[in-house]
């Protein structure tokens, strides 16, 4: 099977990713009935999730038409331990903390148990399965937390955190050291959505969106897989894409 070719469109600057995601939000609500929509945390996402949490306070969007989840939680961290992905999202988009009472959000196990992770992939099948995945890029090209050597058949999965995300995410611990491990979303877990979209912004992650875009389809570079996916859009601002076809001209 030769590699898809995801969608790439370059953006005069990052926040006009904004306007986009909220778009294909609405796409999937229209499509089908209390969508499972997979949230990413990191810097890239905070501008749209702010968005959205003003749009499902405001009615803009229903928080009664989707469900949520996530790709992935520091081993130990609790929905309300600060430094935690669910905890980062719940201040980011406050909608989520009502979903999270009501169970209509659905959190990553944090403690890594066999059990808690089979039950948490039973729990997103039950849910129809993620319509939606939003994803982020790793300047190492890890997706979630998926670290180079990850195989591509991974489901859901306890990992240890490589040495360069450990020193990204450190500012956010300091003066504590930097969590080592997560249970994230396998790279099957995320191949699985019917939809992806993926963000990069900024020259950090130029190198490896150049190789997940035009590199070989490796485990070494967990991205890539992206490239057995036929449904994807990548969203990148111009220092993104500053390594592909010579920057590429940026459309809107
Ligand atoms: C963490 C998350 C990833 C995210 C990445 C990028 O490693 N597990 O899902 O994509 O950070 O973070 P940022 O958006 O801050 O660059």
């Known amino acids: 099977m030769s590699p898809a070719h995801p ?32 949230f990413a945390t990191g810097s890239t996402f905070g501008a749209f999730l702010r968005a959205l949490g003003g749009e499902l306070q405001q009615g803009g969007l229903a928080v009664t038409a ?18 935690g992905m669910v905890q980062e999202l719940t201040m980011r988009c406050p909608a989520f903390r009502d979903m999270l009472a009501r169970g209509k959000f659905l959190p990553v196990p944090c403690y890594g148990a066999a059990g808690s992770i089979t039950g948490h992939e039973a729990r997103l099948a039950r849910a129809g399965g993620i319509a939606l995945q939003l994803l982020g890029l790793g300047r190492n090209g890890h997706i979630a937390f998926n670290e180079p050597g990850t195989p591509f ?42 939809r992806i979209v993926l963000c990069a912004f900024g020259r950090g992650k ?45 459309g809107s």
């Open 7 to 38: 969608e790439v469109r370059v953006l005069l600057a990052a926040d006009a990713a904004v306007p986009v995601l909220l778009d294909e939000v609405r796409q999937v609500m229209a499509r089908r009935e209390s969508p499972l929509i997979s």
């Open 66 to 83: 989707f469900n949520a989840t996530h790709l992935d939680e520091y081993i130990g961290f609790e929905p309300t331990r600060r430094g």
């Open 153 to 194: 058949e991974s489901g859901f999965h306890v990992t240890q955190l490589a040495e360069t995300t450990r020193a990204d995410a450190a500012p956010s611990f300091a003066p504590d050291e930097p969590p080592d491990r997560a249970v994230t979303a396998g790279i099957a877990s995320i191949l699985g959505a019917e």
């Open 206 to 250: 130029a190198h490896a969106v150049q190789a997940m875009l035009h590199g070989d389809v490796t485990p070494a570079l967990p991205a890539s897989a992206l490239r057995r996916h036929g449904n994807t859009l990548v969203l990148l601002d111009r220092e993104a894409a500053i390594e592909i076809e010579g920057g590429a001209a940026a």
